[in-house]
């Protein structure tokens, strides 16, 4: 009892931990904020940081703190990211997450259809409806973390709330409910059954594709049951040719959907936006730098043989927020470590696969990973 006490009390006060509970849900709030997840992370460890340097005894609400750093982050992310989705080729949608085999329902109501509407709130607006009314903070924390008075705050998240009313789901269906419909829709689309297909969609359905310009991908949204249907027909005749391959079922950034990889071995999501029983939206997903997490044993099971990244900066994503001095989980063996430390040092920056927009986060990190390696490995290195 008193070890387990103990172990308690150090959860709520050593800072590394307090970091390591509260982490999920930072993630999740900077995905909401960037709808990227490899931008989400990098806010996140960039706050990791910032929360290392500061004095952590002083801080009586670490959530609420380490919050107002995720936004403020999101907030400055936001403008370039702004910028780069002006010259998006095609329809832009946030990068999908697929609930894990077997997880529980979701732990809030933002879905994808909310994600693509979040698009059209201004940085401010999107931040104090996601502090408020997803993740619970007062408004003063929310004026706090966004830099305005705690009145113009209710109204940015009220402006936010009526724009975004219509995008929240009005009758939404059950998960096996929604799964079932998924089967239905994916069996009917692949097999070319036009009939079945028609029963399962809406009247005004429209069918999203990104392709970010790098694979094929319609370039506009389809609006309209013939549109979708006529599209459909013809993607039918191709799958004869090269069948799309089911990889599985599941939930997609809230929606029911699946995940199939499909010709020339393109990785695809598909989420499904139901009301009152029939699909209202096909949200596919094919731009590979979006679907590069989802290359991993837990989503795909190890069915997917795509080529990952090998840029330094997302070898260390996973075990930076932890304090085992970053050398002792198995991915990360402590030559490997070393080994990718002196290449930043020694051989340039550039060289080590970082663009120039991480540079500045490297090099403060590589100071932490100095820091925290042993000595005779940390002098070995400065030799």
């Known amino acids: 009892m008193i070890t387990q006490q103990r172990q308690l009390n150090m959860s709520q006060t050593d800072p590394d931990l307090v970091f390591a509970?509260?982490?999920?849900?930072?993630?999740?709030?900077?995905?909401?904020?960037?709808?990227?997840?490899?931008?989400?992370e990098d806010v996140v460890q960039d706050t990791w940081l910032r929360w290392l340097a500061t004095d952590q005894k002083a801080v009586r609400e670490p959530a609420a703190f380490l919050r107002a750093i995720v936004t403020r982050l999101c907030l400055n992310e936001l403008k370039s990211a702004r910028r780069r989705r002006e010259i998006y080729i095609g329809t832009w949608l946030p990068e999908p997450i697929v609930e894990p085999e077997g997880?529980?329902?979701?732990?809030?109501d933002i879905t994808l259809p909310l994600m693509v509407a979040l698009e059209s709130l201004s940085p401010l607006e999107r931040a104090a409806f996601l502090l408020h009314d997803v993740f619970g903070a007062g408004f003063d924390e929310v004026a706090e973390a966004i830099g305005r008075e705690a009145a113009t705050?209710?109204?940015l998240a009220s402006r936010a709330r009526d724009r975004l009313r219509?995008?929240?789901?009005?009758?939404?269906v059950t998960k096996e409910h929604g799964l079932k419909i998924a089967s239905a829709f994916f069996a009917a689309s692949r097999s070319g059954d036009i009939v079945a297909l028609r029963s399962l969609l809406a009247e005004d359905v429209v069918a999203y594709a990104d392709?970010?310009?790098?694979v094929p991908a319609s370039s506009q949204p389809l609006v309209?049951?013939?549109?979708?249907?006529?599209?459909?027909?013809a993607l039918a005749r191709d799958f004869t040719v090269t069948p799309?391959?089911?990889i599985r079922y599941g939930v997609i950034s809230g929606l029911p959907g699946f995940i199939t990889v499909e010709a020339d071995g393109i990785l695809q999501t598909t989420a499904l936006q139901i009301e009152d029983w029939k699909i209202v939206g096909v949200y596919v997903t094919r731009n590979p730098d979006k679907l590069r997490h989802l290359i991993s044993e837990e989503v795909c099971g190890g069915r997917v043989k795509?080529?990952?990244?090998?840029?330094?900066h997302r070898l260390f994503r996973v075990s930076v927020q932890f304090r085992t001095d970053l050398v002792v989980t198995p991915i990360f063996p402590e030559n490997l470590l070393v080994n990718i430390v002196g290449l930043c040092e020694k051989s340039g920056w550039s060289k080590a696969g970082l663009d120039h927009r991480q540079l500045g986060f490297w090099r403060l990190f590589y100071g932490f990973v100095q820091a925290r390696l042993p000595p005779p490995i940390r002098s070995g290195l400065n030799r």
């Open 103 to 108: 997880a529980e329902d979701g732990v809030d």
């Open 224 to 233: 309209g049951l013939h549109m979708v249907l006529e599209r459909h027909a």
């Open 153 to 155: 705050c209710r109204k």
């Open 244 to 246: 799309s391959r089911l």
């Open 166 to 172: 219509t995008a929240r789901p009005r009758f939404p």
């Open 211 to 214: 392709g970010g310009g790098k």
């Open 21 to 40: 509970r509260l982490r999920p849900r930072l993630v999740r709030l900077a995905y909401r904020m960037l709808g990227t997840v490899a931008d989400a």
């Open 306 to 312: 795509t080529a990952t990244s090998t840029k330094v």
